[in-house]
C-alpha cells in the first residue's frame, strides 16, 4: 500500500465503534473483537485519536502486546478546532498548522506504543490547499525522523472530489475515502484520477454505517448515546431502510448483505481495501471471511450500479456528515 509499501489485507478493521461513541462498548469485548481480527488474518487497522479520545489506539496496542505481533496501522490528524469540510478561503494553517500535525503524531505514538507509525492521514481536505506548504512539511519531516513511514488524506464525506488536485500534485498516494453501494460518488470522481496515478484508496464506511450490516428495520432504536441517533432519524431513516430492502431484493435468499457490501467494493479495480467497523468477534469473522470470495457478478454489480443511478444518487447520506468524527 502506498510507496512505502506497507503490508495490508483487503479487508481490515475500523475502530470507531470499539473506541466509542456507537453505544455501550464493553472494552472486553472490544480486544476480544480485535485480537480476533488478528487472528483471522487482518493486516490492517484504521484509527483515529478522536475515537473515545484516545481509547482506540491504546485498545489496538493492548491488543498487538496479547497477539505477540503488530500489523498496519492508519491514524489521523483532526483538524485544529473541528474544522470539518472547511470552505476554500479558509487557509490550511489555521487547520493543520505544523504545531499541531506534530503534536498529535507525538500522541499517536504514545497511546499505539511504537516509535514509528505506518501512515498518518490529515481527516478532512480542501482542494484550494493543494500546494506542498506548512502542513506538507511537517509530514515530511516526520517522515524523516522515522516517525511515520507514511501519509496521506481522509476526505469529508460528501466530497470525495476533495483529493484529486493533491493526488494529481503527487503529494499524496494515500488516500481514505466514503463509498458504499448506498454512496457509489467516488466512482465517478476520485477514483479513475486515483487509477491513473496509482494511488492506495481505503474505502471507509463500505457498511454504510452498518445500514448495509443486515440488521436495521423500520422500528429499530439508536442507543441515546449512539452518533447514529441524531443522523438516521425520520426521513432519512426510512429511505435508507427502504433502500437496503432494495439491495436485498435481488440477492439470493442465502446471501450474507454484509459481505455483498464489502465484495461490492472490492470488485472496482480502484480500490485498494475496505475498512468496515466491528463491536464483536462474530462480526469481525463475517467480514473477514470477505477475503476468500470472489468480486460479485456483472449482472449483479450492473443491477446496483442501475439502482444508485436511478434512485440512490439522491440524498446520500450515510455517515456523520460535514460536522465530522468528533
Known amino acids: 500500500m502506498g510507496k512505502a509499501q506497507l503490508p495490508y489485507s483487503k479487508v481490515g478493521l475500523g475502530t470507531w465503534a470499539i473506541g466509542g461513541g456507537w453505544g455501550p462498548q464493553p472494552e472486553e469485548v472490544s480486544l476480544a473483537t480485535l485480537v480476533q481480527a488478528l487472528e483471522a488474518g487482518c493486516q490492517l487497522v484504521d484509527t483515529a485519536p478522536l475515537y473515545g479520545h484516545g481509547r482506540a489506539e491504546e485498545l489496538i496496542a493492548r491488543a498487538f502486546k496479547l497477539y505477540g505481533a503488530r500489523v498496519t496501522v492508519l491514524t489521523k490528524v483532526a483538524p485544529l478546532a473541528y474544522q470539518w469540510a472547511p470552505a476554500a478561503n479558509i487557509p490550511v494553517q489555521t487547520v493543520f498548522p505544523a504545531y499541531h500535525i506534530v503534536q498529535q503524531a507525538e500522541e499517536s505514538l504514545k497511546r499505539l506504543a511504537t516509535e514509528c507509525l505506518d501512515c498518518l492521514l490529515l481527516q478532512t481536505w480542501c482542494p484550494a490547499w493543494t500546494e506542498p506548504g506548512e502542513w506538507y512539511e511537517a509530514l515530511v519531516n516526520l517522515q524523516r525522523q522515522g516517525k511515520i513511514r507514511s501519509f496521506g488524506i481522509s476526505v469529508s464525506d460528501h466530497r470525495a472530489y476533495d483529493a484529486i488536485g493533491v493526488i494529481e500534485a503527487g503529494l499524496v498516494d494515500i488516500v481514505e475515502v466514503p463509498y458504499s453501494i448506498l454512496d457509489q460518488r467516488a466512482a465517478s470522481t476520485l477514483f479513475p484520477i486515483a487509477l491513473?496515478?496509482?494511488?492506495?484508496?481505503?474505502?471507509?464506511?463500505?457498511?454504510?454505517?452498518?445500514?448495509?450490516a443486515g440488521s436495521w428495520h423500520k422500528s429499530m432504536k439508536f442507543d441515546r448515546r449512539d452518533w447514529r441517533r441524531r443522523v438516521f432519524k425520520g426521513e432519512h431513516f426510512e429511505r435508507t431502510v427502504a433502500r437496503v430492502e432494495k439491495i436485498k431484493a435481488l440477492l439470493d435468499p442465502d446471501a450474507v448483505l454484509p459481505q455483498i457490501a464489502l465484495r461490492f467494493c472490492l470488485s472496482h479495480p480502484a480500490i485498494t481495501a475496505v475498512i468496515p467497523g466491528a463491536r464483536t468477534p462474530e462480526q469481525v469473522a463475517c467480514n473477514l471471511a470477505t477475503m476468500r470470495q470472489d468480486p460479485?457478478?456483472?449482472?449483479?454489480?450492473?443491477?446496483?450500479?442501475?439502482?444508485?443511478?436511478?434512485?440512490?444518487?439522491?440524498?446520500?447520506?450515510?455517515?456523520?456528515?460535514?460536522?465530522?468524527?468528533?
Open 196 to 212: 491513473k496515478h496509482g494511488t492506495s484508496i481505503i474505502v471507509r464506511t463500505p457498511l454504510a454505517s452498518g445500514a448495509l
Open 296 to 326: 460479485l457478478p456483472t449482472n449483479l454489480l450492473k443491477q446496483i450500479q442501475i439502482l444508485w443511478k436511478t434512485e440512490f444518487c439522491y440524498n446520500v447520506r450515510t455517515s456523520v456528515g460535514e460536522e465530522g468524527e468528533r
